[in-house]
């Protein structure tokens, strides 16, 4: 039967909800990621209990259980030393001539429109390591990035 003929209470036809997967690799954080985490899981919580509407609590529980996996598998990682790129710090560096900033964070605080990259973005790694005044090959350019200044965020 077309779909024409169908009611719009028809659940056959309803694209699938799926669970958020949960990244590869160890679940680095920062002590202010570890907090949102924390944060998303009471808030789940909270929402959860105070659903009714059935739909609203299937994904309710499919988003509290991604949160309650990330905080049991957070490793929350030592403030960085500033002196060379790592987990936990802010970055200025050229791009091919353009300046721009980032910070290295965990998976579940990047927010690429914020400058803020997860530790396993090929950026972020590229970075991983550098020093200030450092050039680093990127995307097949040899010395594509160059290092300016490392902070501790």
């Known amino acids: 039967m077309s779909v024409a003929f169908r009611r719009e209470s028809d659940e ?15 679940n680095l954080v920062t002590a202010a990621g570890m907090a949102q985490i924390e944060a998303q899981a009471v808030r789940l919580e909270a929402e959860l209990g ?6 609203a609590i299937t994904a309710l529980k499919r988003d509290l259980k991604y949160w309650q996996a990330r905080r049991a598998s957070a490793e929350i990682q030592p403030p960085a030393s500033g002196a060379k790129v790592e987990f936990g ?65």
């Open 12 to 26: 056959e036809h309803l694209e699938p909800k799926f669970a958020q997967p949960i990244p590869p690799g160890p």
């Open 50 to 55: 105070a659903a009714s509407d059935e739909a």
């Open 89 to 153: 710090t802010r970055v200025r560096f050229l791009l091919k001539g353009t300046a721009r900033t980032v910070e290295i964070v965990g998976s579940d605080e990047a927010d690429p429109a914020h400058v803020r990259l997860a530790f396993t973005a090929p950026l972020a790694r590229a970075l991983m390591g550098a020093e200030a005044g450092e050039a680093l090959d990127f995307n097949g350019a040899e010395g594509a990035i160059e290092v300016l200044g490392i902070e501790v965020l």
